[in-house]
Structure formats: structure tokens, C-alpha cells
């Protein structure tokens, strides 16, 4: 009776949070946005605008796709598994990341690729390989632009925090990649375990264990890191230009080196959220940054950041129902 109670007391708070959370981002949007003032700006926002950030949240869309089409290939799948199953799942688990808390939506592909002869540890493992890039892309973005920013605004604090920033990812990378210190560091782990629950310590190790054979499969060489890492940067940085490229269609006199900072960050704050429709944090987030630190007026940030968020939500949605209608 007792487990049986936890999930829907787990569902009601996780909804209590989202109403409360997203009536107080609501309220402040209506207390500090001029209506008028935001749809006179989204009214300058011209269909050749549209077309140039659809065109790249479709290569973002289009270069990452093709990373996780590529994963799977190196996995090997059965005979059935096409290019084109690869993109269909790659798109509806990140349409299902939009409004899933900290885009767990992610999980979805790891039971899909089952049907393609993986199994979930695999799956798990090429999960985790995506976020390990684009984790490193957005961070390193993110304190490489706050290192320079830093500088032009003369605050040595910023430079020693991107800094610090920096090692400690180079760290983490460090024993992620290499055996020996990953294996070190899951004994550490599992060790800490142990004390509580002997049982549960054996899991967590051969658990561990099955979801880096996926990234030790794949990162045969420092090259093939290398390559994958480029390709996630590629990616990447279509998409944080298409919100550049919004701002300046609204009059917002914003660099791009503001935006890779601001994008990315936003991002992470989408991440860490534990409401669900993560895009939405990600949106308040943006615009708030926009605001202090490039300076932009409120209704012009707000509107830039609605139609990109709008379309980065609808774009993976669309090609994927495009992708099944063609394929039936």
C-alpha cells in the first residue's frame, strides 16, 4: 500500500511546483512587459528573418541528428536499423525534452533503439555521450565567452571563475575518457555504497560499468573524440546564432559574443529546473540576461526570445512528423 501511494504523492508535487512556478513567471511577465510595446516589436520581425533561423535550428537539428545516427551505427545495430530511424528517434526524444523536467525526455531514445537490437545499457550510454558533448560545448562556450567578457568589463572575479570553471571540466572529461581514473573513481563511489548497502554497491558498479562500454565502443581513438566534438560545436553554434539574428531583426544592437554567453547559460538554468516545460525557464532566463547584460529593451528581448523559443520547441515536432508521414 505504502509504495503503491509514492508515485501519485511524487506526480502531485511535481504538479503543485509547475502551477506555482509558471503563474509566478506569468505574473511577472504581465507586470513587467509593456503588451503593446511587445507586439509592435514582433511585428517587425520579417518572414526573410524567419526563414534565415529556421535555416539554422534546421542544420542545429540537422548536425545533431546525424551525431546521434552516427552513434548508433558504431554500436551495432541489427539490419533493420536505417539512417533514417536514427533521426526520427533523435527528434521525438528531443521534442519530448521541451516539456519534460531537466529534459529527461532524452530517456525515451534509450528504449527505442531496443527495436534495433541495443541493448538499454547502450542505449543509456549513448544518452550519456550526447550530454557529455553538449554539455561540454555549452560550458566551454559559456566560460570562454565569460572569460572575454570578463576582461572587457575588467572583472578579474569573472576571469578566476571561468578559470576554475574550465580546470574543473577538464577534470571531469579527464575521468570520463580514461579508464583508469573512471575506474577509480566508481570504486570511490561504490565503495561509499558499500557502507550503506552491499547489495545495492554491486549494482551501482556493474551498472557503471555496462554504460561506459557504449563510450569505450565508440572513443577508440583521441581522433574520433576529436571529431565528434567538432561536429557538437557545429551544431551548437547554428543554434545560439539564430537568437542573435532575431535580436537583430528587432532592432536589439546586441553582439554575438553577448548572445554566446547569455544562450548557453539560459540553457543551463532550462537544465537544472525541476519544472517541466523546461523551455520556458529557458526563455525567462535569456531574457532577464539580455536585459542586464546586453542592454536590450524588455519587449525587444522578449519577442526575439518567444519566436526562437517557439520555433526551437516545434522545429524537432514538425520534422518528425514529417519523417513518419514520408516514410508511411
Not at 549513448?126 to 575588467?154: P, S, Y
Amino acid at each position: 500500500m505504502l509504495l503503491a501511494a509514492n508515485p501519485p504523492k511524487r506526480n502531485h508535487a511535481r504538479l503543485v511546483i509547475a502551477v506555482f512556478g509558471y503563474a509566478g513567471i506569468l505574473a511577472l511577465a504581465l507586470r513587467t512587459i509593456d503588451p503593446r510595446g511587445f507586439w509592435a516589436v514582433l511585428r517587425a520581425v520579417h518572414a526573410r528573418d524567419i526563414a534565415v533561423v529556421v535555416s539554422c535550428i534546421v542544420l542545429h537539428l540537422a548536425t545533431r541528428a546525424y551525431r546521434y545516427h552516427a552513434l548508433i551505427a558504431r554500436s551495432g545495430p541489427d539490419a533493420s536499423y536505417r539512417a533514417s530511424d536514427g533521426v526520427r528517434i533523435f527528434l521525438l526524444g528531443l521534442a519530448a525534452s521541451a516539456v519534460t523536467p531537466a529534459r529527461s525526455g532524452d530517456l525515451i531514445k534509450v528504449e527505442l533503439v531496443r527495436a534495433h537490437g541495443l541493448k538499454r545499457s547502450t542505449g543509456l550510454g549513448l544518452v550519456l555521450i550526447e550530454r557529455i558533448l553538449d554539455l561540454l560545448v555549452v560550458n566551454l562556450t559559456i566560460v570562454g565567452v565569460g572569460f572575454l567578457l570578463a576582461k572587457d568589463l575588467k572583472r578579474d572575479d569573472l576571469s578566476y571563475a571561468a578559470l576554475l570553471f574550465l580546470a574543473a571540466l577538464g577534470v571531469g572529461t579527464t575521468i570520463v575518457t580514461w579508464r583508469r581514473p573512471r575506474g577509480a573513481m566508481i570504486r570511490l563511489v561504490t565503495s561509499g555504497v558499500r557502507r550503506l548497502r552491499q547489495h545495492l554497491a554491486e549494482r551501482v558498479e556493474v551498472a557503471a560499468q555496462r554504460l561506459f562500454e557504449a563510450w569505450d565502443g565508440i572513443f577508440t581513438s583521441p581522433s574520433v573524440a576529436v571529431r565528434y566534438f567538432a561536429l557538437s560545436v557545429a551544431g551548437w553554434f547554428f543554434d545560439f546564432v539564430s537568437l542573435w539574428v532575431l535580436l537583430r531583426a528587432v532592432g536589439g544592437n546586441v553582439s554575438l559574443l553577448t548572445v554566446l554567453f547569455v544562450y548557453p547559460l539560459s540553457l543551463m538554468a532550462g537544465i537544472l529546473t525541476l519544472l517541466p516545460f523546461s523551455e520556458g525557464v529557458v526563455g525567462v532566463t535569456a531574457v532577464a540576461l539580455l536585459r542586464s547584460l546586453g542592454h536590450i529593451d524588455l519587449e525587444m528581448a522578449a519577442a526575439a526570445v518567444a519566436v526562437d523559443r517557439a520555433i526551437s520547441t516545434l522545429m524537432p515536432l514538425v520534422l518528425y512528423l514529417a519523417l513518419t508521414l514520408r516514410r508511411r
